[in-house]
């Protein structure tokens, strides 16, 4: 089974920096992208950032602040999230993607279990 696990979330300040960490195993990930979605309470879950051979992808309201990569392995993928919101606050998923970044939620094929991010004063 591949097994995806997320690391990095925490609790900061607004105007404050996280990195969260997205590491795949199990399967190869060379046809995959890889994306970051975060759901807070109540809300849908939604798509912040994805990368892929093609490129990368942010969610308007992230862009200018959060940056995604990836390591030489290709298997982890990294979220810088700086000058933090308190609207960042959520849960935040890794997932992968067959083929080219989408960000939509149904065409995610694995999801990790999520971190917590929260930014308040």
């Known amino acids: 089974q591949v097994q995806i696990v997320e690391s990095g979330g925490g609790s900061v300040q607004p105007g404050g920096s996280l990195s969260l960490s997205c590491t795949a195993s199990?399967?190869?990930?060379?046809?995959?992208?890889i994306g970051w979605f975060r759901q807070a309470p109540g809300k849908e879950r939604e798509g912040v950032s994805c990368i892929s051979r093609s490129g990368t992808y942010y969610r308007d309201s992230v862009k200018g602040r959060f940056t995604i990569s990836s390591a030489d392995a290709k298997n982890t993928v990294y979220l810088q999230m700086n000058n933090l919101k308190p609207e960042d606050t959520a849960v935040y998923y890794c997932?992968?993607?067959?083929?080219?970044?989408?960000?939509?939620?149904?065409?995610?094929?694995?999801w990790g279990t999520g971190t917590q991010v929260t930014v308040s004063s």
């Open positions: 997932a992968l993607e067959r083929g080219s970044c989408s960000l939509d939620y149904y065409n995610m094929e694995y």
């Open positions: 199990g399967f190869p990930l060379d046809l995959y992208a």
